[in-house]
């Protein structure tokens, strides 16, 4: 596991900052906190973002809220254009205490670039104070995917978790997966169940769900998401998609 860095904030002190990074296919931002919560968002490429706690994977339909303090990291899934945003959010109904996933409307996407354009938001200008507000208010809406992949703590679960999530679409069965782990499959169903609340098969299969909506949102056809998520059935990938997500992929892939 890679030390804690802890970033300090700008001395300037400005409540919003908005940021433009490109990285490179296989860059990784190592984990990491700063005092100020940071929406993380790109316009392309596909983001892993991981806490100590649980992953996501983040397509440019949507976006990971951290809060403040929140150890993380970042792996990047092709050429990523990185459009993010750290905050000092006044939220004194503590709507933003936790992490979580965003699904990224048509307004939110256009009001992050413009924070990004803008480069800052400062506190004695009105009109970047009713941005900040509505930023605020957009991050805060409640209804949002479930999205999060709980993470288990035991290095050898979490190993294999790793492995998981790093080829969602691997056919190997989860005995295969399981060797070289450290323990064995009934170990690892043990841990899994009592460190993420889920049985292994459940988790593998939320892995290759939160897949199907990247390649979905990517623009891949249904037949070619359920592919890369490990599914040689797209009737079966249907129907796992729609009891994850209460829609099919082919009505969530004509609403991105």
Known sequence: MSPIRQIQPDPDGYPVRGVAQTFRSGSRLDRHTHPWAQLVYAVSGVMQVETPHAAWLAPPTRAIWVPPGMPHEIKMRGAVAMRTLYLTPVDPEGRLAKCRALEVAPLLRELILHIVRLGMLKE???????????????????????????????????????RILAAPGDAATLADLAQGSGASLRTQQRLFMAETGLPLEPWRCRARMQQGLVSLSA???????????????????????????GVTPARYRAAV
């Open 124 to 162: 004695d200008n009105p009109e970047h104070e009713r941005l900040g507000g509505l930023l605020v208010d957009l991050l805060a809406v409640d209804e949002t995917p479930p999205l999060e992949l709980p993470l288990p703590k035991d290095p050898r679960a979490r190993g294999l978790a790793e």
């Open 219 to 245: 623009g891949a056809s249904v037949t070619a998401a359920a592919l890369e998520c490990g599914y040689q059935s797209v009737s079966a990938f249907i129907a796992a998609f729609k009891r994850a997500f």
